[in-house]
């Protein structure tokens, strides 16, 4: 008691002294490190100060003149607040435990907190990456409500969003689309989560605002930007049973209006079999390398920023012994590297206008060797039939720019945009060995603000697509907002012209013998998304009620379809429905316990259905962290249960059947607790509890698309977890 009275009493006569402040929780009282502070002063508010609370929550600023003080930081509610000359105090931040006030940057000209935006936008936070102790994409996804993560051995860890597969989900890295789809989807297992600060999942249609491939919604993955922290060094490490050992480091360096990163991670997965006996696997080894390099640069009016990244990945499908001595094997390996180049500029203009400008170079390189290999002398021999061999390319260049005065005061603010889309591919796969198509397309979103707690956004979106007669594109998005109730709508129409691999790709291997169709028709589709929010706070306890529900009509919809024999290839269908709703509540004693527990109801109708009705899937998720304060350890559990899903299949006469993936459950949990004043981070856990591994269809169709009997993986098994990450910080 003695040494908190003293503790109080020097930082007072130290705040008088040497304008010394202090940021704290206004709950728990413990001090908040890290969170961002910026001063402005009163009469010019282009003088522009930022700061950042240290490891006591203590940032220094000698107040001179009257000023605007704002500070934030993730989890807790912005503060603004009035500071007098030679003024300093205690800043008592109030927890935001339903993360409303989280900025956003997904379909906005500059960052916005997510409950003012008229998107319903969800936010995966770092801690939340952490605690789960997710290292890619699609361990992050794999318990979200409305997501359904597909595994398939050769193509990877794909996605389905409201009931629409990945060639209708737009996957963003920092407003970037990743290249290199396979059957539609990129392999979410490629895409680390190592820098990343927080990922934004938009549900619903966003074609006026991004495009093609965005009509199930935006997935954007937002990296770390630059801080105000002088020089920061850090290092993890992350170990599965199952094989997986995973290591990170990197640095960041703010010289003035100079900020420097730079991060390297080596992932290695051992592979898992459900036969130990076989020396094929079920879930191939594979060995990933990433890097990471940005630079920026800052002033009060723009500010410039230049990103680079590659990704580097070897898998491994080792193939079984061969007779009559069993001493040989064919192995294939697959290589792929990525590589992505990101140029920001943004400018801030006078009346809360800014112009944000983004070029980018992308590209995506995929080839695959089989290799002869000698079990008794591990020599290996590259074979000489081409058909083994392959190498495909993909090139993408993005060029997008909107301007605009979303956060300005006025009844009525704008964004004009435009977004250019140009994707060129090449390889012995696709058809004349060399194929591009471009998208260029200008749009214009209003938003009025003129009716009390009402707002309204039209948006118009026209493209050039180099292949397809384009639509003109519209949406109409509402938001009703009092301090406790948020309503928000949304009406689209869509639009998604087919991809190279759709048209072009000849994709055959042991599991798969798909080949492009030139003749393929453009999807079009309309949409609508309906959400709700009601919020009853008091004072630590607090309540929220979630209740959303959408319906997707697509027309023309991609689909593959059983030419002959064994072959596949892309087709129309001409509708294709999915409807749903989700029902919510969360529940927060602050800081002691958090609950959200959400049911979600999705059917899917298809025209070519062997009757005419639809085919519905309940799930339901349950996250839990509890919070020992005399421990200072947070244990979270996770859970999903998947409904049984049907789905319609094609057996080897081309003749159509319902067939049915059965229901299961899915826990996991971790315990994480910080040392040396939040320097070290230790997180343990366990995965898949309930170990599922393969779910067998209640009917199997010989001469599938994929092949695998009719099993469908989900995962490998029981495992537990440590993930530690070391943090060194100068402020």
């Not at 409950?115 to 361990?139: M, R």
């Not at 920001?344 to 983004?358: A, C, E, G, P, V």
Request: net charge neutral.
């Amino acid at each position: 008691m003695i040494k908190h009275f003293a503790f109080w009493l020097l930082l007072i006569i130290g705040a008088d002294t040497f304008g010394q402040h202090i940021v704290t929780d206004i709950v728990t009282g413990e001090t908040i490190p890290n969170a961002h502070i910026i001063i402005f002063d009163l009469n010019n508010q282009d003088s522009v100060i930022h700061k950042i609370s240290d490891a006591n929550g203590i940032f220094n600023f000698q107040i001179e003149k009257p000023s605007i003080i704002h500070i934030s930081y993730v989890g807790y509610k912005t503060m603004v607040d009035t500071l007098q000359k030679g003024e300093a105090g205690n800043f008592r931040l109030k927890p935001d435990v339903f993360n409303l006030e989280a900025f956003v940057v997904t379909a906005s000209c500059e960052p916005q907190m997510a409950d003012k935006s008229i998107y319903e936008i969800q936010v995966i936070s770092k801690k939340d990456i952490e605690t789960k102790g997710a290292n890619n994409l699609s361990e992050l996804l794999n318990n979200q409500l409305n997501m359904k993560i597909n595994m398939d051995p050769s193509l990877g860890a794909g996605i389905t969003l409201q009931g629409l597969s990945g060639e209708h989900i737009k996957l963003l890295i920092d407003g970037v689309p990743v290249v290199g789809r396979k059957n539609g989807n990129i392999d979410l297992s490629q895409i680390n989560l190592n820098q990343v600060d927080h990922v934004e999942i938009i549900e619903g249609p966003m074609s006026v605002i991004y495009g093609s491939n965005a009509i199930a919604g935006v997935i954007n993955i937002i990296t770390k930007s630059s801080t105000q922290k002088k020089f920061e060094a850090y290092a993890g490490s992350y170990l599965e049973s199952v094989g997986v050992y995973n290591f990170e480091a990197g640095t960041e360096i703010s010289r003035k209006q100079h900020q420097f990163r730079v991060h390297g991670a080596r992932n290695f997965f051992d592979g898992f079999s459900l036969n130990p006996d076989r020396r094929s696997m079920n879930w191939k080894p594979k060995r990933q390398l990433n890097s990471d390099l940005s630079y920026s640069y800052r002033t009060e009016k723009y500010k410039i920023r230049l990103d680079f990244s590659i990704f580097d990945e070897v898998l491994q499908d080792k193939g079984d012994l061969m007779a009559p001595y069993y001493e040989t094997a064919f192995d294939q390996y697959f290589y792929t590297t990525r590589t992505s180049t990101r140029l920001d500029y943004t400018l801030k203009l006078k009346s809360f206008k800014q112009l944000n400008i983004m070029n980018a170079v992308s590209t995506y390189n995929w080839h695959k060797n089989t290799f002869l290999k000698d079990l008794t002398t591990l020599d290996e021999l590259l074979t000489s039939s081409p058909d083994q061999h392959d190498t495909t390319i993909f090139y993408a260049f993005v060029g997008r720019g909107i301007f605009g005065n979303d956060q300005g005061i006025r009844k009525l603010t704008y964004q004009i945009g435009y977004d250019i889309n140009y994707e060129t591919a090449g390889g012995k796969r696709i058809e004349g060995d060399d194929q591009s198509i471009g998208d260029f397309a200008g749009f214009i979103s209003l938003n009025y603000k003129g009716i009390k707690n009402l707002k309204l956004q039209p948006g118009l979106r026209y493209s050039y697509n180099t292949k397809y007669e384009s639509p003109l594109v519209y949406s109409l998005n509402a938001q009703y907002k009092t301090k406790k109730l948020s309503l928000r709508a949304s009406a689209a129409k869509g639009f998604r012209a087919p991809s190279i691999k759709e048209l072009f790709l000849n994709f055959q291997d042991i599991n798969h013998n798909i080949v492009g169709n030139p003749n393929l028709k453009a999807e079009n589709s309309n949409n609508f998304n309906f959400s709700s929010q009601y919020i009853i706070e008091k004072n630590d306890l607090n309540y929220a009620i979630n209740l959303s529900g959408y319906h997707n009509t697509v027309r023309d919809i991609i689909t593959l379809a059983i030419m002959q024999g064994a072959q596949y290839s892309y087709t129309n269908l001409s509708k294709y429905i999915t409807k749903g709703f989700d029902a919510g509540v969360q529940i927060s004693y602050y800081p002691r316990l958090k609950l959200d527990l959400s049911y979600g109801y999705l059917g899917t109708y298809s025209d070519a259905s062997v009757s005419d009705k639809f085919l519905y899937s309940p799930a339901i998720t349950s996250n839990i962290e509890f919070y020992a304060k005399k421990l200072d350890t947070r244990l979270n559990v996770f859970y999903k249960y998947t409904g049984k899903l049907p789905q319609l299949a094609i057996d080897s006469d081309g003749e159509l059947f319902e067939s049915y993936i059965p229901d299961y459950h899915n826990l996991e949990f971790s315990i994480n607790r910080s040392f040396f004043k939040n320097s070290l981070k230790v997180i343990i856990g366990a995965k898949n509890l309930f170990n599922n591994t393969m779910l067998a269809s209640t009917t199997s169709a010989s001469g599938a698309v994929h092949g695998g009997g009719g099993n469908i993986p989900v995962g490998w098994g029981r495992t537990v977890f440590i993930n530690v990450i070391y943090k060194f910080t100068r402020y």
